[in-house]
Structures are given as C-alpha cells and as structure tokens.
C-alpha cells in the first residue's frame, strides 16, 4: 500500500471532490438550500462532542495498560489524531499509540491497544448496520450481525483478561455511545441538504464511514467512504447523491472543526501528560 499510497492519494481526491459536483448536480442544490440549524448542531455541538469522545477514549485505553493519562492532553492528542488521518500514513494510529507510550506504555503494546480499539469500534458498527439493513427487510443483514458480535465478543474477552470487567464494559458503552454518535452526525449531515434520515438508518451509513476509514485504501478513507454509503443507500431507499454528499460533508465539517481545535488548543505544541512533557 505504502507504495501506490501517493498515487492512491491523488486518486481518491479526485474520487471525492468528483462525487461532490456530481451530487450537486444531481440533486440540483444551491447554496441558500442548505440548512443552517442542522449545520450549525453539526459544527459547534456535534463535532466536538465527537472530540471529547475520542479524549475519553484515549484514556480509557491508557487505564487499560493501568497508566493514568491526564484529560487535557488526552482531548489534544485525541483531536490531532483525528486530524493526522488525512496523511498519507496512519498518522490517527501513529499519533494515539504515540500518546500512550509517552504516558509509560510499551510501543507494541501501544499499538496493539490502539488496534484492538480500531477492531471493536468497526465490530460494534458492522453490528448496528446489519440490524439497519435487517430492518429494512434484507435478510443477510443477519450474517453481519453474527460476524459484527462475534469479533466484538473476542475483543471484550481479551479485554477482561488484561483489565477487568470494568475497564472492559467502560470500553464497550464507549464504542457503542461513539457509533450513536456517528449517526447522529450523519442524520444531520443530510438534513444539512434536506434529506430526512432516520436514526436507525445512519447506524449503515457510520459503519460505511468508519470502515472506508479503516480500509487504508485512501487517507481517513477519502472517497472509500462516500463510495461505500453511496453504493448501500438504495438499502435505506436513499439516493446514491443524497448519502455521497452527506458524508462528504461531515467529513468536512469535521475536518474543520477539528483542525481550529488543534489550533486553538495548542496540539502542535508540547503538552504535559501525566505529570511529564511530551512533544
């Protein structure tokens, strides 16, 4: 991958920004008919919701290691990791094992935790999605159901083994607040553009989401991920146009917000974690 990575890159952009005019044009949207509100609830409320998520999330997986990490620079490290995964390397990976090795982890340890992480928050997603496309009448949903509980039942065991039933259940009603999170985002990204999108049905939209992002294929799964809710909309009886644009724009809101929070919190610079400086 590391090798066709660039041209990958330069692929997978022109994929996205493509797939956007062409959702304009299809939908024929103009400026003045996005909704401010949903914008709005997306920007300032959601977004960085999704930060303090991922903050929490940090240091949850540094209590698993038995290291304590303080919350301030669990929220900066959390918010630059998210914001690293537009390069064209796991910069998200890199940036959240980096965190926990600066706090006392081991590096394979580190990156063994950061993903096992990765692997539960795409089980648990896989699961909500296959429930959305049972629900809506197509029955291989159920297979993945089945595969979605299995590996997330696999992870939470070898959770117990290392940490305890607490740190393993604090993990899973993290994961699963983090997906009704997601499509709590992508129910407003469609609103943004007028589109009514039920709760249930974001759950397969987030899995397409946070599975392109996952795949490696593009960096943050530029592209892969507007492609994959593009091609399962018709599942929800939505249009390809419709599901491409809206997760286009919440991976661009949320790329936004993010990079002004990096910013103004200072997540380029030197930080304490746990009572030390790290860079």
Same mark, same amino acid.
């Not at 022109?14 to 304009?24: H, N, T, V």
């Given at each position: 991958?590391?090798?066709?990575?660039?041209?990958?890159?330069?692929? !997978?952009? /022109? /994929?996205?920004?493509?797939?956007?005019?062409?959702?304009?044009?299809?939908?024929?949207? *103009?400026?003045?008919?996005?909704?401010?509100?949903?914008?709005?609830?997306?920007?300032?409320?959601?977004?960085?919701?999704?930060?303090?998520?991922?903050?929490?999330?940090?240091?949850?997986?540094?209590?698993?290691?038995?290291?304590?990490?303080?919350?301030?620079?669990?929220?900066?490290?959390?918010?630059?990791?998210?914001?690293?995964?537009?390069?064209?390397?796991?910069?998200?990976? @890199? +940036?959240?094992?980096?965190?926990?090795?600066?706090?006392?982890?081991? %590096?394979?340890?580190?990156?063994?935790? %950061?993903? &096992?992480?990765?692997?539960?928050? $795409?089980? /648990?997603?896989?699961?909500?999605?296959?429930?959305?496309?049972?629900? *809506?009448?197509?029955?291989?949903?159920? !297979? $993945? @159901?089945?595969?979605?509980?299995?590996?997330?039942?696999?992870?939470?065991?070898?959770i117990v083994k290392k940490a305890g039933w607490s740190a393993a259940l604090q993990i899973l009603v993290h994961?699963?607040?983090?997906? &009704?999170?997601?499509?709590?985002?992508?129910?407003? #990204?469609?609103? /943004?553009?007028?589109? +009514?999108?039920?709760?249930?049905?974001?759950?397969?939209?987030?899995?397409?989401?946070?599975?392109?992002?996952? #795949?490696?294929?593009?960096?943050?799964?530029?592209?892969?991920?507007?492609?994959?809710?593009?091609?399962? #909309?018709? $599942?929800?009886?939505?249009?390809?146009?419709?599901?491409?644009? !809206?997760?286009?724009? *919440?991976?661009? $809101?949320?790329?936004? +917000?993010?990079?002004?929070? %990096?910013? !103004?919190?200072?997540?380029?610079?030197?930080?304490?974690?746990?009572?030390?400086?790290?860079?």
């Amino acid at each position: 991958m590391q090798r066709y990575r660039k041209s990958l890159t330069i692929l !997978a952009t /022109i /994929i996205f920004f493509a797939g956007i005019i062409w959702s304009i044009r299809d939908l024929k949207l *103009n400026i003045d008919d996005l909704a401010i509100g949903p914008l709005a609830l997306l920007a300032f409320i959601l977004v960085p919701l999704s930060l303090l998520y991922g903050g929490v999330g940090l240091q949850l997986l540094a209590k698993v290691s038995g290291l304590k990490m303080a919350a301030s620079f669990a929220f900066r490290r959390s918010a630059l990791a998210q914001l690293a995964e537009i390069l064209p390397i796991p910069g998200g990976a @890199i +940036v959240r094992a980096g965190a926990l090795v600066s706090i006392g982890a081991k %590096v394979g340890e580190g990156a063994i935790l %950061v993903l &096992a992480a990765a692997l539960l928050w $795409i089980a /648990i997603a896989a699961t909500g999605a296959g429930f959305a496309i049972y629900a *809506n009448a197509e029955s291989w949903g159920w !297979a $993945i @159901i089945i595969s979605g509980l299995f590996v997330t039942a696999l992870i939470i065991i070898w959770i117990v083994k290392k940490a305890g039933w607490s740190a393993a259940l604090q993990i899973l009603v993290h994961r699963l607040f983090g997906i &009704a999170l997601t499509a709590l985002r992508i129910v407003c #990204a469609f609103a /943004i553009i007028g589109a +009514v999108l039920p709760v249930e049905s974001g759950l397969i939209f987030a899995f397409a989401t946070i599975a392109g992002s996952a #795949a490696a294929i593009a960096p943050a799964g530029l592209g892969v991920s507007e492609i994959l809710s593009a091609a399962l #909309a018709p $599942i929800v009886s939505v249009g390809p146009a419709t599901a491409f644009l !809206a997760v286009a724009l *919440n991976r661009i $809101i949320g790329l936004s +917000v993010t990079a002004l929070s %990096v910013l !103004a919190t200072g997540g380029f610079t030197k930080a304490k974690a746990g009572g030390k400086v790290v860079g």
